[in-house]
Each structure stands twice: as structure tokens, then as C-alpha cells.
T-cell receptor
Framework: EDKVVQSPLSLVVHEGDTVTLNCSYE??????LLWYKQEKKAPTFLFML????IEKKSGRLSSILDKKELFSILNITATQTGDSAVYLC???????????FGTGTRLKVLA | DSGVTQTPKHLITATGQRVTLRCSPR?????VYWYQQSLDQGLQFLIQ???????AKGNILERFSAQQFPDLHSELNLSSLELGDSALYFC??????????????FGEGSRLTVL
């Protein structure tokens, strides 16, 4: 059965800290790995990774994929209170084109 | 605004009742996905349609059904509702243009409360 596991489940940090969120997966026919940020309602897209070892970067956020070890990390540097959210990892599969989501990591950044 | 429209935004109903949630995908997107998110849970995949045809099924209950119409909008029907069906139901759409690595675009969700 396809599975996506995120860790930690929750995290509390102070502004300025750096955090690393983890996502591991076991799926059939891996196609892509996606990171989303969910604040109140709809998840908003952050990154999509398809190739191993290539870092995607957007401002203070960056992510990398390891297809051999089947995991990805999302780094947030110099955290701000606005980074407080649930971060979701999803894996897209080819063939059936399913997107399997992990349960998310709830990040709280204290001022 | 993702371009995915869901209605209604909120719905309160009683156990045993039936409801229909509606989704209009982004213009041009042929694929529609339905997800259920219960309190403090991740997104549980329910079902996927592509151009009117069912393509993949997740942990969708037999009491739930869905379809995608010729104009590409989709409806999720939930019947014989139970308290545990209370959740946020998301619709998402994606393009299937090559290469098939498209991101999912989410609607704002329909919050269902079963009393």
C-alpha cells in the first residue's frame, strides 16, 4: 500500500530558528513529490520535485529529494510567525496519477 | 485564487441525510480529485476523475459516490451521513499536459458538519 510519512508531527520554534521537516515515502511508480503549506483552508503549493539531488529554493524555503533513500526534506531558515502552518508532503504516482498525502507537520513559530 | 471553485462552503445537516458537494476545476483542467480532511488529519484521497471517467479510487466509503460531467465539473455525493463524516472536503484539479508532473490546485473546501 502506498504510504507517505511526515515527521515530526508538530514543532514549536522561535522566530529566527531554522527548521527541517521530513517526508519519507513508499509508493509504486513514483512520479513527483510535492510540498504544500496549509494555513486556514486550501493547501497552497510550495515545491514540486522530480529529480534526485536537485534543490528547489524559494526565499527562505528550500527542498531536496533523495529518490534512492525515498525521502525529501523541507528547510525553512530564519523562521517568522507567518510560517506557522501545517506543511503537507504529497507523492504523485504515474499510471493512476494518484497523489498520496502525509498527515502533515504542524509548525508553530513563536515571536 | 487557485481557479478551483467549490460549493457550498459550509453545510450543516443531520445524521442519515444526503448531501452533494460541487466542484468546478480550473479552466482547461481535465483531472479532478476529491479529498477528505478530518480534524487534525492529513488529506485522505477519495477518488479521481479524468475527462468524465473514474481513474483512481482511494478509501472512499460505499455511501459516497462521485461523478464528473461533460462540462468537467464534478459532484461528490455523501449519503446516510454519520457523525464521523464531518470533515473538510477538498476538490483539486490538475492539468494532464505532458510531462505528467503537474501540481494539484485546491479549492477552498466544503466544510460538512453532521449533527
Amino acid at each position: 500500500e502506498d504510504k507517505v510519512v511526515q515527521s515530526p508531527l508538530s514543532l514549536v520554534v522561535h522566530e529566527g530558528d531554522t527548521v527541517t521537516l521530513n517526508c519519507s515515502y513508499e509508493v509504486t511508480n513514483f512520479r513527483s513529490l510535492l510540498w504544500y503549506k496549509q494555513e486556514k483552508k486550501a493547501p497552497t503549493f510550495l515545491f514540486m520535485l522530480t529529480s534526485s539531488g536537485i534543490e528547489k529554493k524559494s526565499g527562505r524555503l528550500s527542498s531536496i529529494l533523495d529518490k534512492k533513500e525515498l525521502f525529501s526534506i523541507l528547510n525553512i531558515t530564519a523562521t517568522q510567525t507567518g510560517d506557522s502552518a501545517v506543511y503537507l508532503c504529497a507523492v504523485g504516482t504515474s499510471g493512476t496519477y494518484k497523489y498520496i498525502f502525509g498527515t502533515g507537520t504542524r509548525l508553530k513559530v513563536l515571536a | 485564487d487557485s481557479g478551483v471553485t467549490q460549493t457550498p462552503k459550509h453545510l450543516i445537516t443531520a445524521t442519515g441525510q444526503r448531501v452533494t458537494l460541487r466542484c468546478s476545476p480550473r479552466s482547461g483542467d481535465l483531472s479532478v480529485y476529491w479529498y477528505q480532511q478530518s480534524l487534525d488529519q492529513g488529506l485522505q484521497f477519495l477518488i479521481q476523475y479524468y475527462n468524465g471517467e473514474e481513474r483512481a479510487k482511494g478509501n472512499i466509503l460505499e455511501r459516497f459516490s462521485a461523478q464528473q460531467f461533460p462540462d468537467l465539473h464534478s459532484e461528490l455525493n455523501l449519503s446516510s451521513l454519520e457523525l464521523g463524516d464531518s470533515a473538510l472536503y477538498f476538490c483539486a484539479s490538475t492539468t494532464r499536459v505532458r510531462p505528467y508532473t503537474g501540481e494539484l490546485f485546491f479549492g477552498e473546501g466544503s466544510r460538512l458538519t453532521v449533527l
